[in-house]
């Protein structure tokens, strides 16, 4: 499979607890982004990275929120003391040239 | 400020109507990228189309078609003899050509919801 692969599918977490999130993108894709889709709304941007760099965090990513993309290749997004606010899905996308394909996302779901 | 604006939130049709999806946007932007992206209740969402600004040319793809009016902002889908397996949330999506510190993030309209009833 080539597509963007993203881990776990679905995270059931009581509140306060730490949870990481994992996205593998097409491989020779550079550039990596983190959106966020709440029910019945489109995606938000979070957060992207060029290469290993993190060149732009939109203002949803509270301080609780950490993402990383170590040697350029996969992605992490770590978000810790979790509310019941952070229930949603977290969709990775990568992209080489204008436009994205994304993964399946994570739905996290904060008991 | 990018804005897009899917105005219908819930269409239904029965299968073989032909149903067009309405995208209207906002952009100071002279030069941009427009998308489509279909979302099954699997989540994942699926890559439709991308047009440049630049080309205003209406595009058809087997039962698809998108007509870009750059005059309106408007860049609307249509689905010709609709399919069951054509139920899904569409969104309507909106990116800067290029810009080194945001990579051409999209900005999402809040989807329209098709149901295509056998």
């Known amino acids: 499979d080539t597509g963007v692969s993203q881990d776990p599918r679905h995270k059931i977490t009581k509140r306060g607890q730490n949870v990481t999130f994992r996205c593998d993108p097409i491989?020779?894709?550079?550039?990596l982004y983190w959106y966020r889709q709440t029910l019945g709304q489109g995606p938000e941007f979070l957060t992207y990275?060029?290469?290993?760099?993190?060149?732009?965090k939109s203002r949803l990513l509270s301080d609780r929120f950490s993402a990383e993309r170590p040697k350029g290749s996969f992605s992490t997004l770590e978000i810790q003391r979790t509310e019941q606010g952070d229930s949603a899905m977290y969709l990775c996308?990568?992209?080489?040239?204008?436009?994205?394909?994304f993964g399946q996302g994570t739905r996290l779901t904060v008991v | 400020a990018q804005k897009v604006t899917q105005a219908q939130t819930e269409i239904s049709v029965v299968e073989k109507e032909d149903v067009t999806l309405d995208c209207v946007y906002e952009?100071?932007?002279?030069?941009?990228?427009l998308f489509w992206y279909k979302q099954p209740p699997s989540g994942e969402l699926v890559f439709l189309i991308r047009r440049n600004s630049f080309d205003e040319q209406n595009e058809i793809s087997g039962r698809y078609s998108w007509n870009f009016q750059k005059s309106t902002s408007s860049f609307n889908f249509t689905i010709t003899a609709s399919q069951v397996v054509d139920s899904a949330v569409y969104f309507c999506a909106l990116s800067e050509v290029w810009v080194e510190t945001s990579g051409s993030r999209l900005t999402f309209g809040e989807g329209t919801q098709l149901t295509v009833n056998p």
């Open positions: 996308a990568s992209s080489f040239q204008g436009g994205a394909f």
């Open positions: 491989s020779e894709h550079n550039r």
């Open positions: 952009t100071r932007d002279t030069t941009y990228y």
């Open positions: 990275f060029q290469n290993e760099a993190q060149l732009e």
